[in-house]
């Protein structure tokens, strides 16, 4: 792919990665960090959860205490932030502006879409993010995507699998600005790179979501 540069007008737009645990979110973003070192940041996000082995505070994440991370929700620090697990994980609007002149990515579950939604553009100056859905090519690739990468217990397989419902709900209404299909892996990073890099056409080169039939979800 030609090494044309990230255009300037989409650098200061946060892109926001969404889809099903297992669509192949962290297989694209590898490569799309591979192709173009030292253009796209992550935020670090705060958690209340302990760090791992090896895991440094402000590298990983930036670990604080329950009473810190709700002492900045009261601050209205966050953009977006969610409960998992018994854990806090959220995203603050210093953690994303300090990312700049890299364009910020942010891999965030439904729940913190919607905040995001509804928080960005009261921002000063105001944040206008690009939605992207990442969508399996279908519910029976997504189980076995899922099963196949073999790092989730059967119970944790449910509970992804009982997310991705509301997520392909949201996609289903139409809640992202663009929608790339990961079927064969080369296609969707490319599109993808497009996007994210924003060149000249990119909002017009999603996928259509494909018609998927949540009830699948259950069986
Ligand atoms: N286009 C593709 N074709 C076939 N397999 C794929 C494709 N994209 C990803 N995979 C495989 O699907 C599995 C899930 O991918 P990945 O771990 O990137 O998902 P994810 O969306 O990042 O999940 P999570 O949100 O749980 O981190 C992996 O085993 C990956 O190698």
Redesign the pocket.
């Known amino acids: 792919m030609a090494s044309e540069p990230i255009n300037p007008e989409v650098v200061s737009r946060p892109l926001v990665i969404c889809?099903p645990?297992?669509?192949?979110?962290?297989?694209l973003l590898t490569r799309l960090f591979a192709s173009h070192p030292n253009t796209f940041g992550f935020s670090i996000s705060h958690t209340t959860r302990s760090p791992r082995p090896g895991e440094q505070d402000g590298r990983e994440y930036h670990f604080v205490t329950k009473e810190e991370f709700m002492r900045r929700v009261e601050a209205g620090e966050f953009l977006e932030w969610a409960q998992f697990g018994g854990n806090c994980y959220g995203t603050t609007f210093a953690a994303l502006s300090a990312l700049h002149p890299l364009r910020c990515i942010l891999d965030i579950e439904l729940q913190g879409v919607l905040q995001l939604r509804s928080k960005a553009p009261l921002q000063t100056p105001p944040l206008s993010p690009v939605f992207l859905f990442l969508s399996p090519p279908s519910i029976s690739t997504l189980k076995s995507?899922?099963r196949?990468?073999g790092t989730e217990t059967t119970e944790s397989t449910a509970k992804?699998l009982a997310a991705a419902k509301a997520e392909i709900e949201y996609a289903m209404q139409g809640g992202h600005d663009v929608v790339v299909v990961?079927?064969?892996?080369d296609k969707?990073a490319e599109k993808l790179e497009k996007i994210a890099m924003g060149w000249k056409g990119w909002e017009g080169c999603g996928d259509e979501l494909p018609r998927f039939n949540v009830d699948e979800l259950d069986e």
Request: hydrophobic letters at 15%.
């Open positions: 889809g645990s297992g669509t192949g979110k962290s297989t995507r899922l196949g990468r992804r990961n079927d064969q892996v969707a």
